[in-house]
């Protein structure tokens, strides 16, 4: 038997294959996903209807304990103000640390390739296949 010598196009082809069908079973997952929880919403609101009808934060089932938690999450509206409060009083643990990537592009740009102080850059090539 002789082996058919593997190239750069069959390899891409078959790329391109197991991607559309990989996308087509998520588009199918993501679809039945939603429906769930659609549902489980609707539960959920029933529920937190339920314990405020009844004045309870929890209640035991043979399913499982059922119970509300109350969330709490923070939007920044005045960047401005956040940051001249925090440069006042010092509190930088009010905020997290992370690099906004275009920033530093644009940094190392006006500052001929060099980083800002601090920031360490990694690269490793990825393959990508695009349909033509």
């Known amino acids: 038997m002789t082996q058919t010598p593997v190239t750069y196009e069959m ?5 391109v294959e197991l ?25 959920r609101a ?5 314990f405020n009808e009844h004045g309870m934060e929890s209640v035991r089932t ?22 001249q409060m925090v440069k ?14 275009q920033a530093i592009e644009e940094y190392k740009q006006a500052n001929n390739g060099e980083l800002p102080p601090g920031v360490h850059q990694e690269q490793a ?3 990508v296949v695009r349909k033509s």
């Open 88 to 101: 006042e009083t010092g509190t930088v643990e009010l905020l997290q640390r992370r690099l906004a990537t």
């Open 125 to 127: 090539y990825e393959i």
């Open 11 to 15: 390899l891409a082809a078959k790329f």
């Open 62 to 83: 043979a399913q499982g304990t059922v119970y509300r938690q109350l969330k709490t999450s923070y939007q920044l509206r005045d960047a401005g103000a956040l940051f």
């Open 46 to 50: 029933e529920l937190n209807r339920l």
């Open 19 to 43: 991607r559309a069908r990989k996308s087509a079973i998520q588009q199918e997952a993501d679809s039945k996903i939603e429906v769930l929880e659609d549902a489980m919403a609707t539960i």
